[in-house]
């Protein structure tokens, strides 16, 4: 699903359709929060005989920040720039390309996740 809505950003900016671009990518963030809340990582790491599922998620969901961030640096560059530090990807972002965002596999196995502060904190009545 990814994939696809790769597709319909770069058909979107294509057009210089920057709205629809963004909603695209909030899809993709939204179908990554719900991946999230469906397959509840937190519940799977408590369970031994979960791990490899739980590799799975947390595999998945790494994978969807990479492709949000490569997504949303048109946009908002210093944040996505801190997320795909964070995803410990040694190539610059600014380098990267839609046509290339599908190369699986640039997460390698041992990669550390570094936990960086909320990007957009909550605002507090």
Do not use: C
């Not at 996505?80 to 839609?98: C, H, T």
């Amino acid at each position: 699903k990814a994939v696809q809505v790769v597709k319909k950003v770069d058909t979107h900016m294509g057009e210089v359709a920057f709205q629809k671009s963004l909603d695209s990518i909030w899809e993709l963030i939204a179908m990554t929060n719900k991946y999230i809340d469906e397959s509840a990582p937190w519940f799977l790491a408590k369970d031994t005989n979960k791990q490899k599922r739980l590799a799975t998620v947390i595999y998945s969901v790494l994978e969807s920040l990479r492709f949000i961030s490569i997504l949303l640096f048109p946009f908002i560059p210093s944040s996505a720039e801190k997320m795909w530090g964070a995803l410990g990807m040694k190539e610059s972002i600014d380098q990267q390309r839609l046509d290339n965002i599908k190369e699986l596999d640039m997460l390698k196995e041992g990669t550390v996740v570094t936990k960086i502060p909320p990007l957009f904190p909550r605002i507090e009545n």
